[in-house]
Structures are given as C-alpha cells and as structure tokens.
C-alpha cells in the first residue's frame, strides 16, 4: 500500500477516534445531575456549564444547518489540500493535526445535526465556554501551522541537459 493511503486511512481512524471522545464527553456531560458544578471548590477555576451555541465561532449565526455544514466542509478541504504537499513520507505531525481538525469539526457537525446547536461545556476563568472538539480543532491548526513552518520545500528538480 502507498504511503499516501496509509496516511489517509489514519487521518480518517484518528479523526473517528477524536469525535468518539468528543461526543463521549458530551453524553456524559449531558447526563451530569447539575449544570455549572465547580471542580475545585473555592478557586473557581474550572466549571462543567451546559451552554447550547447555536452560532458559529463567536456566536455567529448563519441560518440553516446546511450553510455551517457547507463552510466547514469547505474550510476543511481547503486545510487539506494546503497541508498534502506537507505529508512527506515519515512525517506523522500532518497526519495527526488533520485528524485532530476533522475530528473537531465533525464532531461539532455532529452536534448541530442532532441537537439544532453545538453543546459546549469547558468553561475555564475568563475564557469563553468551549468544547472538546474546539479544541481539537485549535491544536490540529497549532501542529499543521508547526509542520508547515518546520518542514523544507519540495527540492526542485534540476534542469535536465540534452
């Protein structure tokens, strides 16, 4: 099997594995006795609080399912075919940061498909409330942007002599 293939087939069980947690952690929060319980007690630090975005990034609304689904998908194959001339043979980090992207991504689709909105429920100081698959995605932009700033342009054939 070529290089290539086995790159793809890991990007889509890796991308698998990450919406599983995802949602995982979503049901269980879902099911959690109450919403915005304080884990450290007295610091306040970190909370499990339901919130149900029914916009994008930032509480942008776009309308429809359809027009979120569209602009991630689109997002999500422009990634791609940046970062594919980046997938080297040997090189894993692009391979992890798509799966991680995509995993994210779908697993907020996911979300708004069966709910009508994304459930987010990290809610960490004065950060705004996010989700697994938000980061997910934000780790899988950090360690694309790493491989690309770190990885050497194709070397460029030399002119052939007649």
């Not at 919130?51 to 194959?77: E, R």
């Not at 997938?87 to 992890?96: E, K, L």
């Not at 942007?145 to 007649?162: E, G, H, N, R, Y």
């Amino acid at each position: 099997m070529q290089e290539r293939n086995k790159k793809i087939i890991w990007i889509v069980f890796l991308s698998a594995v990450f919406v599983l947690i995802d949602q995982v952690a979503k049901y269980i929060v879902l099911r959690l006795p109450s919403m915005g319980e304080d884990f450290f007690s007295d610091k306040k630090l970190y909370l499990i609080e339901l919130h149900k975005n029914t916009g994008l990034a930032f509480g942008v609304d776009l309308g429809m399912f359809w027009n979120y689904f569209l602009i991630i998908v689109v997002i999500a194959a422009l990634i791609f075919v940046f970062v594919k001339e980046k997938m080297y043979v040997g090189r894993f980090g692009p391979v992890v940061g798509l799966a991680l992207v995509f995993g994210g991504a779908f697993g907020n689709i996911i979300d708004r498909w069966n709910h009508g909105y994304v459930i987010d429920f990290v809610k960490i100081s004065i950060l705004p409330i996010f989700n697994l698959a938000d980061v997910f995605i934000l780790v899988g932009v950090i360690v694309l942007f790493i491989c690309i700033l770190k990885t050497p342009d194709k070397p460029k054939k030399a002119p052939q002599s007649v």
